[in-house]
């Protein structure tokens, strides 16, 4: 949260801990959540602003009180590492397999972070991981591209959010679970989110990868021409599974 998210005649840092509330509030108890800020204890003329991002809270199992009082702390005070942020975030998964980051940010990078080196080092640290972003009332059209590619070259995803309502919608549809459907050489063929809109592939043999945390759920599934396949994903017995 930089030192931007003071501007307009409400704050953006009061809406969006309003939300973030909210948000945390509606999250599953089975949930591994973690939070990680940036731009929060040095002003814009500290040395140390282009390296102000902290993990308040590990990936652990969801303590929503602990993640309500980490928002409600936080001050804006300094700049927008947006790399930086992500480039350690990588590191916040190291012990698990994949997830997902969800970055909010209302501006471009202000650190002279190099946007090209976030998909090497995913692949270097060898995770299932993507970045989401939401660009929370973004004005500047070269912000928003900047913010646009660094969620595409992880393979995750960009939505702009105006307001409060706008801002809890993208981050509702952030937090969904998402899964790919790969082929037998092992290329995606299609992407999506459960609860979202459906994906279409040509008939055939491929594989559901789910990406759930803290192990990704697979099966094998059949695509026939002209039909649609309807999937349930539900938890049972602390144990996911997905029904026909």
């Not at 002279?112 to 993507?130: F, H, R, T, V």
């Not at 979202?196 to 990406?211: A, C, S, T």
Request: with cysteine; proline share 4%; glycine share 8%.
């Amino acid at each position: 949260m930089s030192n931007s998210f003071w501007t307009r005649p409400t704050p953006k840092i009061t809406i969006a801990k309003e939300v973030l509330d909210q948000i945390i509030n509606g999250l599953p108890d089975e949930m591994n959540v973690g939070l990680r800020l940036y731009g929060h204890r040095y002003g814009l003329n500290d040395g140390r602003a282009c390296q102000d991002t902290e993990l308040v809270t590990p990936i652990n199992l969801i303590d929503k009180q602990q993640l309500i009082d980490a928002v409600n702390a936080i001050t804006p005070r300094g700049k927008t590492p947006l790399v930086y942020s992500v480039l350690e975030g990588i590191k916040d998964f190291k012990d698990l397999k994949g997830g997902t980051i969800v970055l909010i940010s209302d501006g471009v990078e202000s650190c002279n972070g190099d946007i090209n080196s976030i998909a090497p080092a995913l692949k270097e640290a060898g995770l299932d991981l993507q970045v989401n972003i939401v660009g929370f009332d973004i004005k500047e059209i070269e912000a928003r591209k900047q913010l646009e590619a660094i969620a595409t070259s992880t393979g995750g995803i960009y939505l702009d959010a105006k307001d409060s309502e706008q801002l809890l919608d993208s981050l509702e549809q952030t937090l969904r679970v998402e899964f790919i459907i790969l082929d037998d050489q092992e290329e995606i063929k299609a992407r999506g989110v459960v609860g979202g809109e459906p994906v279409q592939v040509v008939e055939g043999e491929y594989r559901l990868k789910l990406l759930l945390q803290p192990e990704p759920l697979e099966i094998r599934i059949s695509v026939k021409a002209g039909t649609t396949e309807r999937l349930i994903l539900k938890k049972e017995a602390e144990t996911w599974k997905v029904l026909k």
